[in-house]
């Protein structure tokens, strides 16, 4: 009956609205360092099932189709895309890029991951005790600790993340080691916002090592990691999903007029 549309629809009203608010987010995002684009799936609902396939008739032979009427949707999840964001050369010391997969760990006030978030923006600066730290408002510790020593002219990060500190005499002088960390599935980590994610469950359990070794990528001085949000696919899905909206819409305002016929029969 139309009751099981208006539901249906309305299912999909919810879940388009989600949808909606994802995709806002990917593109209010379009220029933060790191950021990672995500996307909506979607599941289907359960189906009542009137006719089963495969029931044989009065004359042994068999259905082969049932009837089946599905009962809307549903949202299953969200799921980034650690897909890398374009390169922006800045030729700042402490602008760091990965070139490949890895995140940076810092040191986070929440309990959520245990004090310990990881990101892939490397817009980082130095505190008052010259600590590396996130160039974010809470400015995040780098782990493990890296600190610039006083009257440091530079600072060099080579590739597999050795950090060196350059001083008036143009010496170098080794202060430290990045260490990068990876996840069996990323896309299982949970964002807290402020270009930080953390360890679930779901992600696996962080697994450290030095850049360019194994599976890790290596590190880019002066480059940071742009959004990959993909304007013109967002763009493109924002109009989908409006479409979508308004044809949901349209299916409650059928179910309402169909409903309404019914409703008036008894004037007849």
Do not use: C, W
């Amino acid at each position: 009956m139309a009751v099981i549309a208006l539901h249906s629809a309305a299912t999909g009203l919810t879940s388009l609205s989600t949808s909606l608010d994802v995709i806002a987010n990917n593109l209010a995002n379009v220029n933060t360092p790191g950021f990672k684009s995500s996307r909506v799936n979607f599941e289907d609902l359960i189906y009542e099932h009137r006719e089963q396939p495969g029931v044989e008739n009065a004359n042994g032979d068999q259905r082969p189709a049932g009837l089946q009427v599905g009962l809307g949707v549903k949202v299953s999840n969200t799921q980034y895309d650690f897909s890398p964001g374009s390169p922006i050369e800045t030729e700042q010391d402490l602008d760091l890029m990965i070139a490949g997969a890895g995140f940076f760990e810092v040191e986070i006030v929440t309990e959520d991951g245990g004090g310990v978030g990881f990101t892939r923006a490397g817009n980082f600066n130095v505190n008052a005790d010259g600590e590396m730290v996130l160039g974010t408002r809470d400015g995040y510790r780098l782990v493990p600790g890296i600190t610039i020593p006083e009257g440091t002219v530079s600072v060099e990060v080579a590739s597999d993340g050795t950090v060196y500190a350059v001083d008036p005499e143009n010496d170098l002088q080794e202060i430290g080691q990045i260490q990068l960390t990876n996840f069996i599935n990323s896309a299982g980590l949970k964002s807290i916002g402020g270009n930080i994610y953390v360890e679930t469950a779901a992600s696996g359990p962080p697994v450290q090592g030095t850049p360019g070794e194994g599976n890790l990528g290596t590190i880019e001085q002066g480059f940071i990691e742009n959004s990959n949000v993909n304007m013109v696919r967002e763009l493109v899905s924002l109009i989908k999903t409006q479409r979508a909206f308004e044809l949901n819409s349209q299916t409650i305002q059928a179910a309402d007029s169909a409903l309404e016929v019914v409703g008036n029969l008894r004037r007849f």
